[in-house]
C-alpha cells in the first residue's frame, strides 16, 4: 500500500469520524417545549450523508388558541384614532399570563384562519361541547342581534311561533306585549319592535339552543362578529388552529440545521432570510446587536457541497426590529415589528429571541397582530409568546425561500435596543459539551410559574429536569423497567420528569386518549415505548400538567409533616429536598434515605440535595453535580 494511499484511508476515516459525532449530535437535541403538543416528522435528503433525522412540530391538530402559552409581556393600545373610522374597537389591553383567546378578535383572525365561517354547531362538533349546557348570556355576541336580523339570518325562525321562542316571550312581555300565537315575523310587523335587543332581559335564565336553529348561523352572519373576542364565542378557544376553516399548516417544506449560535457582539450580516412580510424575509442587519442564528442545510459536510441554503441568517427579532403593517393600522407600534419568519402562515410571526452562544442555545417566540377586517392590521407586535428552545445540531422549520429574491432594495433592520439576557454557561471551559452526558446545563427561562406554599413549581420543575433527562429537559426520556412497592407496580419513567407510567397523576391522561390503556398495560409488562408513542400518549403538555399537579400534592402534604431531623415542621430548603426525595423514591420512602436507584448513581438523599442546589443556584455561574448520565429509574425499595 503505497504513501497516497494511505493518505486517503487517514482522510476518509476522519470524515466518517466527523460525520458520526455529528449526526450523534443531532440525534440528541431536542426541541425544549414545555407546553406544546408535537408530532414527530422524519426528513431525509437525498444529498445528505447523514440518516433520516427526525423532525418536532407543533401539532396544530392539538393546539388551539387557549392551549398556546401565555404572553409574557403587558401593553395596551389607544384605538380612540381608529375606531370611529373602522366601525371597529382596535383598543385593547393585554397583560402578562393572558392566552391568545382572551385578547385576540375575530376580526384579529379573519385573514389567517376564516373562524367566522364557524357556526356554533360546527364548534361543538369539534369541541364537543354541549350547546344545551350554555347560557346566552355566555355569547355576548347575541345581545347585539335585532329581533329583525335574527329573524333574518336564523333559518325558520321568522316563521316560529314566539311562544316557541322563549328568550323573545320573555323580552315582549317586558313591553307588555302578548303575541298569542303569531309568528317572529308576525309580531315585527304589527308591532314595530324589530329594533329590540335581547340584551334588554337577563339572557343567563336562556340556553344557546332556545333560539331554534341559532346554533346553526354562521358567525360572519351576525352583526358586528368582527369585534368579539374569540373567548366570547363558546367552545372557539377550543378549536384546534390545524382544524379552522383555514388551518394552520406548514408553509412550504425547507428544514434546515442549527449550525452555530451567535450573540450581540456581531454586526453587518447581509446573509439573512429574516424580516416581514413588508419588507422581504432577507433584511439585512447592517448596525449593531447582529445577534443570530446560522443555519445549514442537511447535507452537512460544508464547503465540499455548498448550496443557495447553507450558512443562511435567521436574525434575532429581540435585538432587531423591521417595517410591517398594511392599511390604516401600519402605524401602529411605529409601524415596526420584530423581524422573523412567517413559516405558519400569516396568523402569527416566528421570532428567534435570545441567541446565546456561550451555551449554543437559542429560544423562539410568537407574536400576533390586530387587524380591523379588510381594513387593515398592525404589525406583528403582540408577545412574545414562548415558543420552541433549539440547541445547535437541532432541526429547525423553515418554510418557504425564495433564492434570494426576497429582499427588497435599500431595506435594513434597526436595532431595538433590548438588554442582553445574562445566562449560565456550566460548560464554558468544557470542548465536549455537544456530547458529554455527565455535562449539566441550565433551563435557561424566565422563571414566572406558580408559588405554592413558598416553591416556585416551574423553577423546581426544572431542576428535576435538569437531573432526570441529563440537563436536556427530553421529553422524549424513556427509563428502564423496574417495579416498586414489592412488586406491585412495575413500568417505566417517561419523559422529562421521568414519571413512571403507574403514577396516578400519568394513569389518568394517558388512559383518557384512545388506546391509552393498552399502552399502559404494554408497558407495564416491560414494553420500551417508541419516541412517537411517548408524544401520541404522554406528551409534553400532559407531562408538565400531571408533573405540576403531582409535585403540588407533595408539596401540600409534605409541609404538614415533622422532620425527624429537626423535630419541626418541614419548610424552606427542608421542603424542597424531601419532595424532590418523594419524587425519586416515592411518597414512603424514609427521609435522606442511603438508598439508591437500581443503578447505584444517587442515594436519596444526594438527590434530594442537588435538586435543592439547582433550584437554589439556577442563577449561580457555577453549580457542581455528581455526573449522572442519565437517571431512567425509580427505587426498588427503600432501605
Known amino acids: 500500500m503505497n504513501i497516497i494511499t494511505k493518505k486517503w484511508i487517514f482522510v476518509l476515516v476522519v470524515i466518517t469520524f466527523i460525520i458520526y459525532n455529528i449526526t450523534v449530535q443531532a440525534a440528541n437535541n431536542k426541541y425544549e417545549n414545555g407546553s406544546l403538543p408535537t408530532r414527530i416528522v422524519e426528513v431525509a435528503n437525498a444529498q445528505s450523508r447523514l440518516p433520516t433525522n427526525k423532525l418536532l412540530l407543533p401539532d396544530w391538530n392539538q393546539i388551539s388558541l387557549s392551549q398556546l402559552p401565555v404572553i409574557n409581556q403587558s401593553g395596551a393600545i389607544d384605538g380612540s384614532f381608529y375606531n370611529q373610522i373602522l366601525g371597529y374597537d382596535i383598543s385593547r389591553t393585554w397583560t402578562v399570563g393572558m392566552t391568545p383567546d382572551e385578547y385576540l378578535k375575530l376580526g384579529d383572525i379573519s385573514e389567517a384562519l376564516q373562524a367566522e365561517q364557524f357556526s356554533l354547531q360546527a364548534i361543538a362538533d369539534i369541541t364537543s361541547i354541549d350547546l344545551n349546557n350554555i347560557t346566552l348570556s355566555e355569547f355576548p355576541l347575541i345581545e347585539e342581534q335585532t329581533l329583525s336580523h335574527l329573524a333574518k339570518v336564523v333559518p325558520q325562525l321568522a316563521q316560529t311561533p314566539v311562544k316557541d321562542i322563549q328568550p323573545v316571550t320573555a323580552l315582549l312581555k317586558t313591553k307588555g306585549i302578548n303575541p298569542a300565537n303569531l309568528t317572529l315575523s308576525q309580531v315585527i310587523q304589527q308591532y314595530q319592535i324589530g329594533q329590540m335587543q335581547l340584551k334588554e332581559i337577563d339572557l343567563s335564565k336562556f340556553s344557546l339552543t332556545s333560539i331554534p336553529n341559532l346554533e346553526t348561523v354562521p358567525i360572519q352572519d351576525l352583526t358586528n362578529w368582527m369585534n368579539s373576542f374569540v373567548k366570547n364565542i363558546p367552545g372557539l378557544g377550543q378549536v384546534p388552529l390545524g382544524l379552522m376553516p383555514n388551518p394552520i399548516i406548514e408553509i412550504g417544506n425547507l428544514v434546515m440545521r442549527i449550525d452555530a449560535v451567535y450573540g450581540t457582539a456581531e454586526n453587518h450580516r447581509q446573509n439573512t432570510i429574516s424580516g416581514s412580510d413588508v419588507q422581504g424575509f432577507s433584511v439585512p442587519c447592517t448596525q449593531k446587536d447582529c445577534a443570530y442564528v446560522e443555519l445549514d442545510n442537511l447535507e452537512n459536510v460544508g464547503a465540499i457541497a455548498r448550496s443557495y441554503e447553507e450558512g443562511k441568517?435567521?436574525?434575532?427579532?429581540?435585538?432587531?426590529?423591521?417595517?410591517?403593517?398594511?392599511?390604516?393600522?401600519?402605524?401602529?407600534?411605529?409601524?415596526?415589528?420584530?423581524?422573523?419568519?412567517?413559516?405558519?402562515?400569516?396568523?402569527?410571526?416566528?421570532?428567534?429571541?435570545?441567541?446565546?452562544?456561550?451555551?449554543?442555545?437559542?429560544?423562539?417566540?410568537?407574536?400576533?397582530?390586530?387587524?380591523?377586517?379588510?381594513?387593515?392590521?398592525?404589525?406583528?407586535?403582540?408577545?412574545?409568546?414562548?415558543?420552541?428552545?433549539?440547541?445547535?445540531?437541532?432541526?429547525?422549520?423553515?418554510?418557504?425561500?425564495?433564492?434570494?429574491?426576497?429582499?427588497?432594495?435599500?431595506?435594513?433592520?434597526?436595532?431595538?435596543?433590548?438588554?442582553?439576557?445574562?445566562?449560565?454557561?456550566?460548560?464554558?471551559?468544557?470542548?465536549?459539551?455537544?456530547?458529554?452526558?455527565?455535562?449539566?446545563?441550565?433551563?435557561?427561562?424566565?422563571?414566572?410559574?406558580?408559588?405554592?406554599?413558598?416553591?416556585n413549581l416551574q423553577l423546581l420543575g426544572n431542576a428535576i429536569a435538569e437531573i432526570e433527562s441529563a440537563g436536556s429537559g427530553d421529553y422524549q426520556a424513556v427509563g428502564v423497567y423496574t417495579c416498586a412497592d414489592n412488586g406491585l407496580n412495575c413500568g417505566r419513567g417517561l419523559g422529562r420528569y421521568q414519571f413512571m407510567s403507574y403514577n396516578p397523576y400519568a394513569v389518568n391522561l394517558i388512559a383518557g386518549k384512545p388506546g391509552g390503556e393498552e399502552f399502559l398495560s404494554q408497558v407495564k409488562q416491560g414494553y420500551q415505548p417508541t419516541e412517537a408513542e411517548l408524544f401520541e400518549f404522554f406528551p409534553p403538555a400532559d407531562q408538565d400538567k400531571a408533573f405540576m399537579a403531582d409535585i403540588a400534592n407533595k408539596i401540600q402534604v409534605t409541609q404538614g409533616e415533622i422532620d425527624p431531623i429537626t423535630g419541626q415542621l418541614v419548610t424552606g430548603e427542608r421542603l424542597i429536598e424531601r419532595v424532590a426525595q418523594k419524587h425519586f423514591g416515592g411518597d414512603n420512602s424514609k427521609v435522606d434515605a442511603n438508598s439508591s436507584d437500581a443503578f447505584g448513581r444517587l442515594s436519596l438523599q444526594d438527590y434530594g440535595r442537588n435538586v435543592l442546589d439547582l433550584y437554589s443556584n439556577n442563577n449561580s455561574d457555577n453549580v457542581t453535580l455528581t455526573c449522572i448520565p442519565s437517571l431512567t429509574s425509580r427505587y426498588i425499595n427503600d432501605k
Do not use: H
Open 313 to 455: 441568517q435567521w436574525i434575532s427579532g429581540k435585538y432587531q426590529e423591521v417595517e410591517g403593517g398594511w392599511g390604516l393600522l401600519k402605524a401602529v407600534n411605529n409601524g415596526r415589528e420584530p423581524t422573523g419568519r412567517l413559516p405558519f402562515g400569516k396568523a402569527f410571526k416566528v421570532v428567534v429571541m435570545e441567541a446565546d452562544e456561550t451555551t449554543d442555545t437559542v429560544d423562539t417566540a410568537l407574536y400576533f397582530r390586530f387587524c380591523a377586517w379588510r381594513m387593515g392590521c398592525t404589525p406583528y407586535f403582540i408577545g412574545p409568546i414562548p415558543f420552541f428552545s433549539y440547541k445547535v445540531n437541532a432541526l429547525m422549520f423553515v418554510g418557504n425561500l425564495d433564492n434570494g429574491n426576497e429582499q427588497s432594495i435599500n431595506t435594513t433592520s434597526t436595532p431595538t435596543g433590548a438588554t442582553r439576557e445574562i445566562r449560565n454557561n456550566p460548560n464554558q471551559n468544557s470542548t465536549t459539551s455537544q456530547i458529554n452526558p455527565c455535562t449539566f446545563t441550565s433551563i435557561n427561562r424566565s422563571i414566572t410559574g406558580q408559588s405554592f406554599y413558598g416553591v
